[in-house]
């Protein structure tokens, strides 16, 4: 679909929101609602260009979200195309995708007692793998990919909101999650960094109670001779990559960064992490993803 010869006078950005059912699309539709987006549920993307010419032309609003799901399976080619052309006329536009382990989905599903939209004769789990098929080309292209599997809905709306209040005073937002490699990688991250060659406070009596947000701990972490170069590095590879990401209008970075259990060198690496980056006018939110699992 082309939106050429198509005012958007009025409208200056569109946040896409999709991913897996029951992985929290209405959600994040709600945080956006909140935020003072005018939020469409389920709109075929080939009417994506003359809603956003229509909201603009009447002043409706100047932020838009679209929900879009698997119901719109046959329109979806034509999203791509659809954004590339708001794009094209200097909308502001993010493509948000949620999703969750399959089991996790069906939990949820099963728990709100509504069909799955692709399930026929089969189970409920191969309706989640269709699903998951139809929108491989969709995830590859969003700019926002955020895992739930592991949150609740307090924690999925504060993500949001960090992502999308004061769009224009940051030019760059980052995630932060820290992890234990035995619950296996955030698979949502953009990087991955493993804290596994510092030693471990497990060891250390006094420390096994605590976690990485504790200053003992974080004193022991950071108090390691390869701890501080590892941070000046990583933050010098990071600056780099954060202007690069700006001037290609990428907007959100997720950075992961993992120790064996995720409670004490991954705690306190990503805190001091992240109060670098702000240091570089990153907005920056810490999510510590495994920390209480043990």
């Known amino acids: 679909m082309t939106v050429s010869g198509t005012s958007t006078s009025g409208v200056d950005e569109i946040v896409v929101v999709t991913g897996m059912t029951g992985a929290g699309r209405s959600t994040v ?9 005018f939020v469409v549920d389920n709109l075929p993307p080939q009417l994506l260009g003359d809603t956003v010419a229509l909201f603009g032309q009447n002043h409706v609003a100047t932020r838009i979200g679209v929900v879009v799901d698997a119901r719109s399976r046959q329109f979806f080619p034509a999203l791509a195309g ?7 006329k200097g909308l502001r536009t993010t493509v948000i995708y949620v999703e969750a382990a399959d089991e ?14 692709l399930r026929t004769e089969g189970r409920l789990v191969d309706g989640f793998r269709v699903e998951r098929e139809l929108l491989r080309d969709l995830r590859s292209r969003a700019d926002l990919v955020i895992d739930t599997t592991r949150l609740n809905v307090h924690q999925l709306s504060a993500r949001v909101s960090a992502a999308f209040e004061d769009p224009e005073s940051h030019p760059l937002r980052a995630t ?8 296996g990688i955030p698979v949502d991250a953009d990087m991955v960094a493993d804290m596994r060659f510092l030693p471990n406070p497990f060891w250390v009596d006094a420390l096994r109670p605590l976690s990485g947000l504790d200053a003992a701990v974080s004193d022991y972490v950071l108090g390691q001779p390869d701890a ?13 990559l954060t202007d690069g990401f700006v001037r290609e209008n ?14 004490h060198r991954s705690v306190a690496m990503a805190e001091a992490l992240a109060e670098r980056l702000r240091s570089h006018d990153v907005r920056t939110l810490v999510v510590h993803r495994d920390l209480g699992r043990e």
């Open 176 to 183: 932060i999650v820290s992890f234990g490699f035995k619950y």
């Open 250 to 263: 990428k907007r959100f970075l997720s950075l992961a960064i993992g120790c064996t259990g995720g409670r």
């Open 82 to 88: 659809a954004l590339e052309g708001l794009r094209d």
């Open 104 to 117: 996790v989905l069906v939990r949820r599903q099963e728990a709100a007692r509504r069909p799955h939209p």
């Open 228 to 240: 501080l170069p590892f941070l000046d590095q990583y933050e010098a590879l990071l600056a780099t």
């Open 29 to 37: 539709a709600k945080v956006l609602e909140d935020l003072g987006y």
